[in-house]
């Protein structure tokens, strides 16, 4: 450490004998040069990275906000269907969550199913987000997997997502 501020010293002195040296319109140039120098590094490098990040965090939790509200209307009407009869006991979970799936027209997203330690994993790619929430729904009351944890993310296209999603399996 000593030896560092040692060389960053004797490049400090280095500095400033080379800026004594200079004439004095040349001294403005280079204190003018270092002042813009250094606002824009605050301002490209700093600022607007931070304002990015700001706003695009905004837009996600409005968009999740909406996401939440759309779910909260239509769980009555999901509720409503009452129960189904439960399925084979015998089928491995993430059999049925597979199957279940394409059964629902989500074949095409599905880019993943893996049993995980406390039950099924599964990666959506550009899934409708209505075909998402009742596949859900049909797991939950049919098959007994509830929900464990889920994460979606807006698709290129309107009313797609991206989703991992996490069941958690029935205990019987």
Known sequence: MNALAARLR???????VW???LAPREQRMVSIGSIVLVVLVLVGGVILPLESATHE???RLTQRREDLEWMQRNAPELEAAGAMPVADEHEPPVVVVDRVG????????????QPSPTGVRVQLEAASFDTMITWIAT??????????SITVDRAAGPGLVNANVTFAAPKH
Do not use: F, I
Not at 10 to 16: E, F, I, K
Not at 102 to 113: F, I
């Open 10 to 16: 004797a490049q400090l002195v280095r500095l400033r």
């Open 102 to 113: 394409r059964e629902s027209g989500l074949a095409e997203a599905l880019r993943g199913t």
């Open 139 to 148: 797991l939950d009351m049919r098959y007994g997997l509830a929900l464990d």
């Open 57 to 59: 965090a905004k837009r």
């Open 19 to 21: 800026y004594a040296a």
